[in-house]
């Protein structure tokens, strides 16, 4: 699975992104994210107030409890700041 | 079918103008433009830059273009958005809406902004005049109020 990172996001976890593995118990973009915040501090600092981190799968918004399914791509960034 | 770009460099407003006004045809009675500028922030910033997801970017703001498509009467779309670094007085984006009437081309591209404010993947930092480290413009409650007046 690739797992993808954006401004803060990225800056807290040090990549843009990663190739992982992900064991069968994770089913939802939730279990991922908890998950990931047993990776490292960096990860726990990223996800320190994981509800405001949004979620793309596929490059399509998706909320926390979306399933993850065939994904192959799963992006993590802040709120958007465009336009 | 909008026309959609991602883009680091500048864009050409007059131009893109006469390229709609040719493409909407003689039956088109109304361009609205709108455009972002980079804001120094009282002289606070040197510059914004812009990181954005490639591929989604432009994804996302198809499904924007072609949400108002669907809602209002228009005859063409035209958004730009631009990545990297911008400086003050520089545009970030670019809005073209062509339809028969004022009236649909200003909602649309209204609707269009707000909707791009809170969904299209850009992230923008900022550089210092200071030499200070810049921090992540943080995103506002106020864009997502502005969201959901279209809610209807």
Redesign the interface.
């Known amino acids: 699975m690739k797992l993808?990172y954006?401004?803060?996001v990225r800056e807290r976890i040090g990549v843009p992104e990663e190739e992982r593995d992900l064991p069968d118990s994770i089913h939802i973009v939730a279990d991922l994210i908890e998950w990931l915040i047993g990776h490292g501090e960096n990860y726990a600092y990223a996800f320190e107030n994981a509800q405001t981190v949004r979620v793309?799968i596929d490059?399509?918004?998706v909320p926390h409890d979306a399933p993850i399914g065939n994904a192959r791509e799963i992006?993590f960034?802040?709120?958007?700041?465009?336009? | 079918m909008a026309r959609i770009i991602v883009q680091s460099a500048a864009f050409d407003i007059a131009a893109e103008i006469t390229r709609m006004a040719d493409e909407a045809g003689t039956d088109c009675g109304a361009i609205v433009t709108f455009t972002?500028l980079c804001r120094s922030e009282k002289g606070a910033l040197t510059a914004l830059e812009?990181?954005?997801?490639p591929?989604?970017a432009e994804?996302?703001i198809g499904r924007i273009a072609k949400i108002a498509e669907d809602r209002w009467p228009l005859d063409a779309v035209t958004i730009i958005?631009r990545y990297g670094k911008i400086t003050p007085g520089e545009g970030?984006?670019l809005v073209l809406v062509a339809s028969a009437h004022r009236a649909a081309a200003f909602e649309a591209a209204e609707f269009m902004?707000d909707y791009?404010?809170?969904?299209?993947?850009?992230?923008?930092?900022e550089h210092r005049t200071d030499g200070q480290e810049g921090s992540?413009?943080?995103?506002h409650n106020r864009d997502d109020v502005a969201l959901g007046r279209w809610q209807d």
């Open positions: 993808v954006f401004s803060w793309a490059k399509k918004h992006a960034f802040p709120p958007m700041t465009g336009g | 972002g812009l990181e954005h997801y591929g989604m994804e996302e958005h970030i984006v902004m791009l404010k809170t969904h299209a993947p850009f992230w923008k930092k992540w413009v943080e995103a």
